[in-house]
């Protein structure tokens, strides 16, 4: 399976952002995915899951409030929604997939595809 990560960019604090992941080569109902961020010097980090055991979805509680995931099965795309963007959201975005079918599993292994990432910077 492929995964292609999309809608990175500039955008001012306050502002907000859609990220896309499209998943090719398999159907994304077969996987989990999740979206992950490395900032500058920094580690990865989750921000959030989806789950293909029921759809549901897990944010990390630092961007609960600020960040939604969602799905398109039509299009099999899955969009990490931004809003309230500050400077230390700016990072490397990430998607990723597993067969795994729950969050929980997803997050304590490393998932077995990833995308190329997609940059968005908050700056004025």
């Known amino acids: 399976v492929q995964l292609q990560a999309s809608g990175g960019g500039l955008v001012q604090p306050g502002g907000s952002l859609r990220l896309s992941c499209v998943v090719s080569g398999g159907s994304l109902g077969d996987y989990t995915i999740g979206w992950f961020r490395q900032a500058p010097g920094k580690e990865r980090e989750w921000v959030s899951c989806?789950?293909?055991?029921?759809?549901?979805?897990t944010t990390a509680d630092s961007v609960k409030d600020r960040f939604a995931t969602s799905k398109d099965s039509a299009k099999s795309t899955v969009h990490l929604q931004m809003s309230s963007l500050q400077p230390d959201d700016t990072a490397v975005y990430y998607c990723?997939?597993?067969?795994?079918?729950?969050?929980?599993?997803?997050?304590?292994?490393?998932?077995?595809?990833w995308g190329q990432g997609t940059l968005v910077t908050v700056s004025s």
């Open positions: 990723a997939a597993d067969r795994v079918r729950y969050c929980i599993t997803f997050l304590t292994t490393n998932p077995d595809y």
């Open positions: 989806l789950s293909n055991s029921d759809g549901s979805t």
